[in-house]
C-alpha cells in the first residue's frame, strides 16, 4: 500500500461542513429543515456588487494580474482601513486570497516553523486547529469562560505563553460566540505580544456586524509597535454577503506580505479577476446594504436570545456580533431527550437534527462540549419555527 502524507491524515474534515451537508441532504429528500448551522448570510449579494461583476466582464477585466491581488482592490482596501480602522497601509502591505480562510492559511505558512505554537483562545472557529496543524505548528488552546464572555483573560494568556509562542490568533467579532472585544482586552493582549515579541493574527471578518453600540477596533491601530506584529485578516464574505465569491485580505508588514505572497503566487495566484473588481466597488459604493442586513441581524439576535433564555434547561449569553449564539446545553447533560441520554453537544445536536429537523453545531467542533452553536443568518419566520421545535424537543 502506498503511504500517504502523515499531516494531511491528520487533518479533519470539518464538522460544520458535514452537519450542513447532512441537513441539505435530508432538505433534499424532502423534509423541512432548519437550518441553525450555517456560517453565511442568507442575504443574495447586493445589486450593485453584481452589476460591478457585469461591468468587469464587459470591460475585459478577466484576466491575469498580480499575484497578491487586483492593484485597484489593493489600493481600496487602503483606503477602507484608512476610514474604519484608522490604519495606514499601502498596496504592498495587502495581499488578497480565495477568502479570509486562504488569507489565514498563508499567514500561518508565512510564519510558522515546525514546534512553533499557535495560541488559539477556545472556543474557537473550526478552522483554526487546522489550519494550524497544516502549517506543521502546535496548537495551544486557551479555555475562556462564559462568565467572561468567552474572552481571554490576561493571566491565562500569560500562562500559555512558551519559548515557542509565535502567534495568538485572535478573532473579534468571534465565531463562534458573537464576542468582541474592548479597547482595554485588546490594548493588553498588545501590550503582552509587543513584550514578549509574538505575532497576532487578528481574524476580523465579522467587523461589520457589530451590535448594541459595539464597536469594532483593529487590534493593529492601539500603537505602530503592535501593528508591525499584526497581521489584519478581513474579507468579503459576511459583511457583503459575498461568500461564494471568495474573496478575502490581509494587511501586515511588507516582510510577512512578501512572503505571503510569493507563496500565493506559486499556490493558487490571485484570485479571480472579476471577483476582486466587484469587491473594489462594494468597497467603493454605497454601503447602506451592509447596515441594512447588520440591522436584520440585530433583530434576529435579540429575538433568539430572549427565546432561548425562555427556554428551561437552556440558556445563553447576549453575543455582541457576529451572527452566532452559543446555547449552553450543560443542564441538559445526563438527561435523557427523545429516548436518547445526552451526553455531550453531539448528542444534543443528532437528535435536534433526527426528531425535530433542526439543525445546529456541537460545540465540540470548537472545543467546548456544554454548548451548541445557533447561527441566526436565518429568516425571522424559520428562526421562529426552529425555536419552536427546539423548545417542544426539550420540553418533551
Ligand atoms: N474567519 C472566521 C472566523 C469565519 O467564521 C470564516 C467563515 O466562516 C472565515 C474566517 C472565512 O471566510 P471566507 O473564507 O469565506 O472569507
Request: charged share 25%; net charge negative.
Amino acid at each position: 500500500k502506498i503511504k500517504l502524507s502523515e499531516k494531511s491524515q491528520k487533518i479533519t474534515a470539518s464538522v460544520t461542513l458535514a452537519i450542513d451537508a447532512k441537513a441539505k441532504q435530508m432538505m433534499a429528500e424532502g423534509i423541512d429543515v432548519i437550518s441553525f448551522g450555517v456560517g453565511e448570510p442568507d442575504f443574495n449579494t447586493p445589486e450593485n456588487i453584481n452589476r460591478a461583476a457585469i461591468e468587469a466582464l464587459d470591460k475585459g477585466i478577466t484576466r491575469y494580474t498580480a499575484a497578491s491581488g487586483l492593484p485597484l482592490y489593493r489600493e481600496v482596501i487602503c483606503k477602507k482601513l484608512k476610514d474604519d480602522n484608522n490604519l495606514e497601509y499601502k498596496p504592498e502591505n495587502i495581499v488578497v486570497s480565495n477568502g479570509a480562510k486562504h488569507s489565514l492559511y498563508n499567514a500561518l505558512l508565512a510564519i510558522c516553523n515546525p514546534g512553533d505554537e499557535v495560541i488559539i483562545p477556545v472556543p474557537y472557529w473550526v478552522s483554526y486547529e487546522e489550519l494550524v496543524k497544516m502549517a506543521d505548528a502546535i496548537p495551544v488552546f486557551v479555555k475562556c469562560s462564559e462568565e467572561n464572555e468567552f474572552k481571554m483573560k490576561r493571566n491565562d494568556l500569560l500562562a500559555a505563553i512558551t519559548p515557542n509562542t509565535k502567534a495568538i490568533l485572535l478573532n473579534s467579532p468571534s465565531n463562534p460566540t458573537g464576542s468582541s472585544y474592548t479597547k482595554d482586552e485588546l490594548q493588553m493582549i498588545a501590550d503582552i505580544a509587543v513584550e514578549k515579541g509574538i505575532i497576532v493574527i487578528a481574524d476580523e471578518i465579522y467587523e461589520k456586524l457589530v451590535y448594541d453600540g459595539a464597536e469594532h477596533i483593529s487590534i493593529a491601530s492601539l500603537n505602530e509597535k503592535i501593528k508591525d506584529q499584526t497581521i489584519v485578516v478581513n474579507g468579503m464574505s459576511k459583511a457583503y454577503a459575498m461568500t461564494g465569491w471568495r474573496i478575502g485580505y490581509t494587511a501586515s508588514n511588507k516582510e510577512i506580505a512578501k512572503i505571503m505572497g510569493n507563496i500565493q503566487s506559486h499556490a493558487t495566484s490571485h484570485p479571480n479577476t472579476i471577483a476582486m473588481y466587484a469587491s473594489a466597488k462594494a468597497l467603493m459604493e454605497d454601503q447602506s446594504s451592509v447596515e441594512e442586513m447588520r440591522k436584520a441581524f440585530d433583530e434576529r439576535r435579540k429575538y433568539m436570545v430572549e427565546r432561548i433564555n425562555q427556554i428551561d434547561g437552556v440558556s445563553c449569553i447576549t453575543p455582541k456580533g457576529a451572527f452566532y449564539i452559543m446555547m449552553n446545553i450543560s443542564k441538559l447533560k445526563g438527561k435523557e431527550i427523545a429516548g436518547k441520554l445526552i451526553e455531550g453537544s453531539m448528542d444534543f445536536a443528532e437528535i435536534c437534527l433526527d426528531k425535530s429537523h433542526v439543525a445546529v453545531v456541537p460545540g465540540m467542533a470548537f472545543g467546548v462540549d456544554d454548548f451548541v452553536r445557533l447561527s441566526y443568518a436565518n429568516s425571522m419566520e424559520n428562526i421562529r419555527k426552529g425555536l419552536d421545535r427546539i423548545e417542544s424537543l426539550i420540553k418533551g
